[in-house]
């Protein structure tokens, strides 16, 4: 008699639970869950630039590291919990009888201790996670591409953080947990790196981009959008500059002010950031990102909209690029007291800026770009 062999559960590597392993307790837990009516997440959590470790330390030194991430995971979980390895960088967390708010406190703290923890030889690395509780997941693999739409959120915003999918937000994180919209996340995750290293070519102006989205969320927050809104409006602010990429280094690193010649140059930014952002984002966000340098006067650029032809989410855009510029050093010019850029911000209403986002800007008061 031929006995099949007993199917592998276990992760060699990690010892935890493998991904199969993963998806039959998944399935087990979410129906105990149903049947009592309590809550029940899931957690999928990721290795941040795990590629980049197993290349410059070797994949010897990147399995020591799972390792201990896996340890360091342990320490946060419960009995009741399962913690697997699902795949090569990447944990999953079962957390029945916890909520999404539950789980995100227990993954904060877990991605703090690994934050602040040496691993061997000397490494410091970061990860990124994403929660769905029972209440929105549906099923089991309705709740792993939520919980995988929220982490992929997490690494769109800069990695080393916790995002918890919320149907509460208007479906601004469900669609995150879609196939296409995941190969969407990824896409703008791309072009979010090229803004970043648009942004780090210049020690000056370094995070430019992540200080304007920052300031835009504020000001439209004060302008009572809604979440869905400000989170396409950040997205946007997030790679409103990544048509500098088609601007020559000699314009764009120039020391001092910009000759006619050059400041046509830099004018065709905003129209290639529109070109290089239209297959990923929707057509108002590629919109608003067109329309950044537009003033109600008349006088902007790419297309010379004025008043009421400019878009609500380019306006937000133009008062957060301008003032991020009035208040940062610039070989050529010493960088404005908030004060006085906010003076310069309402004298320009009508001309510059339109006058609601710069309303909200003045109402922010001395601390635009705090969280």
């Known amino acids: 008699m031929t006995v099949s062999p007993m199917p592998v559960l276990v992760d060699p590597l990690t010892r935890l639970p493998n991904h199969r392993a993963f998806q039959e307790r998944l399935r087990e837990d979410l129906a105990a869950a149903r049947r009592r009516r309590r809550p029940l997440a899931l957690a999928r959590v990721d290795v941040d630039r795990f590629k980049a470790i197993n290349g410059a330390a070797g994949h010897d030194t990147g399995d020591v590291v799972l390792r201990e991430v896996a340890k360091i995971l342990l320490r946060f979980t419960r009995a009741d919990d399962t913690l697997a390895r699902i795949g090569g960088d990447e944990f999953a967390l079962i957390l029945p009888a916890c909520s999404g708010q539950d789980a995100f406190a227990v993954l904060e703290r877990a991605r703090t201790s690994i934050a602040t923890t040496t691993l061997p030889a000397g490494l410091r690395l970061t990860i990124s996670a994403g929660i769905c509780d029972r209440r929105a997941g549906g099923d089991a693999e309705g709740l792993y591409e939520l919980a995988g739409g929220a982490l992929h959120w997490s690494k769109l915003h800069g990695r080393d953080a916790t995002c918890i999918y919320e149907p509460e937000l ?144 380019a306006a937000i855009l133009a008062v957060a690029d301008a003032f991020d510029v009035m208040t940062t050093a610039r070989p050529y010019s010493s960088p404005k007291e908030t004060a006085e850029a906010l003076a310069e911000c309402r004298g320009l209403v009508g001309r510059q800026f339109a006058a609601e986002p710069v309303q909200a800007l003045l109402a922010l008061g001395e601390e635009p770009f705090a969280a």
């Open 170 to 313: 208007g479906g601004s994180l469900p669609v995150l947990g879609r196939p296409s919209q995941l190969q969407r996340a990824e896409a703008l995750l791309g072009i979010r790196a090229l803004a970043r290293a648009i942004d780090a070519k210049d020690p000056v102006t370094g995070r430019h981009s992540d200080r304007v989205a920052t300031l835009a969320r504020r000001l439209a927050e004060r302008m009572a959008w809604t979440p869905e809104r400000i989170m396409l409006l950040e997205e946007a602010a997030l790679v409103h500059d990544v048509g500098k990429l088609g601007v020559p280094d000699a314009v764009l690193l120039k020391p001092g002010r910009l000759d006619a010649e050059e400041f046509e140059i830099i004018k065709r930014h905003a129209a290639l950031s529109a070109e290089i952002t239209a297959d990923v984002l929707s057509p108002e966000q590629v919109r608003w990102i067109r329309g950044h340098h537009e003033r109600p006067d008349g006088r902007g650029y790419p297309d010379g909209l004025a008043g009421e032809q400019i878009s609500d989410g």
